[in-house]
């Protein structure tokens, strides 16, 4: 797996990655993380066409999907400790 690209943001840390004809796409946000894979051949552009979908929707979705996990590890976490 190789890095091709990080995108700078403030809440998170994204980096693309290229592996056996795939982007895998990694947020991480503290201790967790989220990846999306999508085959090279389904983006036309190559790595900059993955930046045009890391639209500001998408990413509000991905930071929304880190507050319920964390919630979730949290709650769960909270029950046994």
Do not use: W
């Not at 190789?2 to 796409?25: S, W």
């Not at 066409?49 to 890391?54: A, P, S, T």
């Amino acid at each position: 797996m190789r890095t091709i690209a990080e995108l700078p943001h403030p809440n998170c840390k994204i980096t693309i990655f290229g592996m056996n004809q795939k982007y895998i796409i990694k947020f991480e946000q503290g201790n967790l993380e989220q990846s999306y894979k999508i085959a090279e051949a389904d983006i036309v552009n190559e790595v900059n066409g993955i930046f045009e979908i890391l639209d500001d929707t998408f990413i509000n979705s991905v930071l929304a999907n880190f507050q319920t996990m964390r919630s979730s590890f949290n709650d769960t976490y909270n029950r046994y400790y």
